[in-house]
């Protein structure tokens, strides 16, 4: 998992069913720093979250499909939550 | 998933079934201003995109055989559907 | 799998069950001389690593769904042991 | 997939049964240009490739099992087809 | 797959059964002249393979389970073979 920033959302047509009412969010891979790394995840949003949170993505399709709760969905990124506290050691 | 924009296609001698009548489409890996990032993947075309467009592409493999409706299909990356629109925070 | 470090914590608002009672650590991962190579996971903890820890991360969904023992866990990265010593060739 | 150029031939010592009788060839990963990117794989051949040729590989496992159409075979990387032509747009 | 030098060992306290009695191998990722590429992988090692070895790694979970002949096994690396040549075309 890592740690992104919610930076906007993409509008497209998609026939498949998984995606249906599905709110597609772009997500900002941060850095421990909390600085954009310049990568990026179209996510699907599970927990309301809106542009400029900062949320935790699971970046892989079998974990993304079971926060789904779907065994078929045709994702492979998925925002599990959002952050509230990141505590750096000194 | 990324967003991406068909730039071409590639014709080749593939034995495999999954692979008979589908176009096989060169979509580069655009940043989220839209730009080309120099990354590219081969992708299995499901819902009829063209050269120029911009695309949604899941890259994992169990997903992508989940948009083909199949369980046997060698292949990773499939594009998912056409975007509408982009929709950045100012 | 990849040797880490584990720097610090994150708390997070996250409803799926798999990660209840269980703490997210940021670990860096390390270089073969144990610099940071400026990239992280956000990992679940199995075996009440602390910050400082050197640790030893497995980075695959399903093996990591294997070290917590369930079969549906939304997780990628996990830590696996502590690392004792790394012997490098002269 | 990626389109990527087949540079030569590795000789190892395996156990396992999935490799017996396939030849190992290493095949650099071309830009859409047709340029080397400097990465590569180890890819099992199913379709009778050489060196010099142009082919399409595929870069997942589950995948590259089904074009081996064995359920048990430790590979990640497999030439599915030879590549007779790439067209770019203009 | 790619090709590996064995440089060290990794000693750690795993309390998952998988990795009784296995050594842990730090293997760095070659480029296809031979040079390290800064990249490397704790490698589980089912060959016995020693340090200075060049060896075959596959880096895909499934695979690697398959080498171990586990169906459960938290790992993604696996030293799969020792290279006894490579031949690049001229």
Redesign the interface.
């Known amino acids: ?3 992104g920033r919610v ?10 069913e998984a ?1 249906h009412g599905r709110k ?1 969010l ?1 997500v ?1 891979r941060l ?2 720093n909390g600085n954009p790394t ?1 990568e ?4 699907v949003d599970v ?1 309301q979250a809106g ?2 949170d900062r949320v ?1 993505v ?10 789904l709760r779907r065994k ?7 925002i ?10 000194a």
């Open positions: 998992m890592y740690i930076t906007g959302t993409v509008v497209a047509t998609i026939k498949h995606f597609l772009i900002d850095d421990t310049g990026y995840d179209i996510c927990v542009v400029g935790l699971i970046d892989e399709g079998n974990g993304a499909r079971q926060i078929v969905a045709p994702v492979r990124a998925v599990v939550g959002v952050v509230d506290d990141v505590e750096l050691a």
